[in-house]
């Protein structure tokens, strides 16, 4: 569990959404418009939907420890591209290459879970494996602000935490062979009931919470005056809310599937409409806690939704939730670079806000909810 919590973190946490943290310096010396930002990072989104699909596939045939430190290798090679990176070209290949490891390393943790965790226990233990992301993101804030401006170094001290990890879970977690010997392992899920609707759930939330991944500390120290110290500190704010999102298995049980999704979706929306209107201050720390625990529970239900839905296919179904949510991601990032260029930061923010607003509207992914989860 630990190792899987970490291997999240590195990949999630570091190797994807650490770009958004440290896209103003990075674009200040590489000479990168805002339009080019939002290409580069859709190339994180598209290398985890490329990646995913491997994942699925390399789970079923070689089992979950060696997917497993795939992804770890795959986020340490990325990071580490992006630390030596001489201008937007190599940049734009080690975030594709970082942002595939989170494609590789939730389908083979997902299956692990599953197959290790006792019944009662598997759905806290999945989103608090998923939870790891808020970890990433927690430390990767206070390691921008030691290194002030020296971007290169917070990739480094990323690519050789990512190595560490890769090699801890190699240790720890059991080299079982594949769940099914099937000579040809499901790539995707099949049909479900409530499956459609949960793949279109999982666009929209990533779309919706593209803009702040991306241009969330440009906007809050170029519309809301934060230095680089004070916009590290709402980057560990997002962290540690995102840990709360653990617990997203245990509010669906309680709260009932439909009201959690609409009560997370409401989060992401309103947190970043509220970044939109008042990027700094107290008010721009409060949206980023909203935002981390909204976001990184939409991604605990998702998971804990697929491996409801799919409960054959586990890898497969948790594969196919979450490359919905990046592929979304993936969409939104280059529209959301261009609104930037002509509506300016607030003015994409705003837009986006309405994206996760309309997305509550979206019908529920199970079908008849009796609040059971």
Do not use: K
Not at 217 to 236: A, I, T, Y
Not at 322 to 337: D, S, T
């Amino acid at each position: 569990m630990a190792a899987g919590v970490a291997l999240v973190g590195v990949c999630y946490g570091f190797a994807r959404f650490a770009y958004g943290l440290l896209a103003p310096r990075m674009a200040a010396d590489l000479g990168i418009p805002a339009g080019l930002q939002g290409v580069i990072a859709a190339g994180s989104y598209l290398g985890y939907c490329i990646a995913i699909a491997g994942a699925v596939l390399a789970t079923a045939r070689w089992g979950a420890r060696r997917a497993g430190v795939v992804a770890g290798l795959c986020a340490s090679i990325g990071t580490l591209t992006v630390a030596l990176a001489p201008g937007p070209a190599v940049l734009a290949l080690g975030v594709l290459l970082a942002g595939a490891s989170t494609g590789l390393a939730s389908p083979p943790l997902a299956d692990a879970v599953a197959r290790w965790v006792r019944a009662e226990r598997r759905d806290r233990a999945q989103t608090l494996v998923n939870a790891g992301t808020g970890w990433g993101i927690l430390v990767s804030g206070p390691v921008a602000m030691l290194v002030a401006g020296q971007w290169r170094l917070a990739w480094l001290v990323f690519a050789v935490a990512a190595a560490a990890v890769t090699l801890w879970l190699w240790r720890v977690v059991p080299g079982a062979p594949p769940r099914a010997p099937a000579p040809r392992p499901r790539l995707l899920p099949g049909p479900a009931p409530g499956g459609a609707r949960l793949l279109v759930l999982a666009l929209a939330a990533g779309a919706a919470s593209v803009t702040v991944w991306t241009f969330g500390r440009d906007l809050v120290e170029r519309e809301g005056g934060m230095g680089p110290q004070s916009s590290g500190v709402l980057w560990v704010v997002i962290g540690v809310a995102g840990l709360a999102g653990g617990a997203a298995g245990d509010l669906g049980r309680r709260l009932g599937v439909t009201a959690l999704w609409r009560l997370l979706l409401l989060a992401v929306a309103a947190s970043t409409a509220t970044l939109a209107s008042t990027p700094q201050g107290l008010l721009a720390y409060g949206a980023g806690a909203l935002f981390g625990a909204g976001y990184i529970g939409l991604t605990g239900a998702v998971l804990v939704a697929a491996t409801r839905v799919w409960p054959e296919a586990v890898e497969a179904g948790v594969g196919a939730g979450f490359f919905a949510i990046a592929a979304g991601q993936a969409l939104a990032a280059p529209v959301a670079g261009l609104l930037v260029g002509h509506l300016g930061l607030r003015g994409a923010f705003a837009v986006f806000a309405g994206v996760g607003a309309v997305a509550v509207l979206l019908p529920s992914p199970v079908p008849a909810d009796d609040g059971a989860g």
